[in-house]
């Protein structure tokens, strides 16, 4: 199975992310920056990003965002994760995952990598449903030394969902 993981980072946290990704399950990692046109190629996929200031998905995301509203997504199983600041920015943490989520589903993705919303402390998400966090929330600012357990037990989880 081919996974192709999707980032967009503006200070380089969800590049981070990324690369512990990749260390632990095989996937094609592309920058949004450069596009997303091999999307495509992929029937399972992983979308990384931050949550920029008040609730703002990350500006290399919202510059593609069209074009992600232009693709058919059916068949496809997306897994998002999203980097954060929980203690600074508590009524909008992780809403990135949220924001994308809401578009690919609209075009037809199924949601895979719900985490537990246990050991945080926020107020409220956009990335958050039924009391679990829609992907994978880090919090490297606060939390830097959860992220790598974090990401690891994602990855078993995504493991039998993919």
């Known amino acids: ?4 993981l999707f980032y967009g980072t503006t200070l380089g946290a969800a590049k981070v992310v990324a690369d512990l990704i990749a ?5 094609e990692v592309f920058d949004v920056a450069n596009g997303i046109e091999e999307l495509n190629k992929f029937d399972s996929l992983i979308f990384g990003t931050n949550t920029w200031g008040y609730g703002d998905l990350q500006d290399d995301w ?5 074009d992600l509203k232009n693709i ?3 068949g496809k199983k997306v897994a998002i994760y999203s ?10 943490f992780v809403d990135s995952i949220g924001i994308l989520a809401d578009v ?8 895979v990598g719900y985490t537990e919303v246990e050991g945080y402390n926020f107020n409220e998400s956009k990335g958050q449903r ?30 039998g969902e993919f």
């Open 1 to 4: 199975m081919k996974i192709g």
């Open 23 to 27: 260390k632990e399950i095989e996937v």
């Open 62 to 66: 919202e510059r593609v965002l069209k």
């Open 72 to 74: 058919d997504f059916s």
């Open 83 to 92: 980097t954060g600041d929980q203690e600074s920015y508590p009524d909008t």
């Open 104 to 111: 690919v589903e609209a075009k037809g993705a199924k949601i």
């Open 130 to 159: 039924d009391g679990k966090f829609i992907g994978l929330a880090i919090d490297d600012n606060n939390q830097s030394s959860l992220t790598e357990e974090r990401v690891k037990k994602w990855i078993e989880t995504l493991k």
